[in-house]
Structures are given as structure tokens and as C-alpha cells.
């Protein structure tokens, strides 16, 4: 069971071309992950992903790995926090029912 989600990471030092394609190529490569756009003039990047497969918080886990830096500030930190509780329950909810 499929559920596609697309969210937005704003990321605080993605300076170039060559931070795109790094950030692009590491998130692809998840398992997961459909597709990837990135724009470091605004410092967006674009992930739509199967939350059955992965979270937010993998793939935000996974772009600091790399060496970059999620935007961190109050609101943020809120809005980020209630995207994985959310996704936990429905990741969760998902699972009870392929195990049905």
C-alpha cells in the first residue's frame, strides 16, 4: 500500500549547483524516494516519497549526513515535529493493514 507524500526541506547551506546535485543524488538513492528537485538560491528542496517506505525524518536525517543544515528556528522545529508525529501514525497505520 502506497502513500505518497511531497514535502518541502528548507535547507540552510546549499550555496550551488554542485550542492544540488549532491543533495539529489544521496536522496535518491533512498529507498522510497520518487523524485527530488532541489534550488539552492532558495534553499528548497522538494522530495516526494512513499511513506511506507521512508519519513521525513530519514530523509531530513539523510540531508544532514551529507553535511547540510535543516533551517532551524521555532516554527520550523514545530511544523517538522508534527509532520513525523503525523507521519508515525500513519506510518503505522499502514502497516497494520498489509499485515491484515
Do not use: W
Not at 24 to 45: F, I
Amino acid at each position: 500500500m502506497e502513500s505518497i507524500k511531497k514535502r518541502t526541506i528548507e535547507v540552510d547551506n546549499m550555496v550551488c549547483d554542485g550542492c544540488e546535485q549532491k543533495i539529489k543524488e544521496a536522496l535518491s538513492r533512498m529507498p522510497g524516494v520518487k523524485q527530488v528537485g532541489t534550488d539552492y538560491k532558495e534553499g528548497k528542496v522538494i522530495v516526494i516519497y512513499d511513506l511506507s517506505q521512508t519519513e521525513l525524518k530519514s530523509i531530513e536525517n539523510k540531508v544532514r549526513e551529507i553535511g547540510y543544515s535543516i533551517k532551524e528556528n521555532f516554527i520550523t522545529k514545530l511544523e517538522r515535529a508534527f509532520i513525523h508525529f503525523l507521519e508515525e501514525n500513519e506510518k503505522s497505520s499502514i502497516n497494520q493493514k498489509a499485515s491484515a
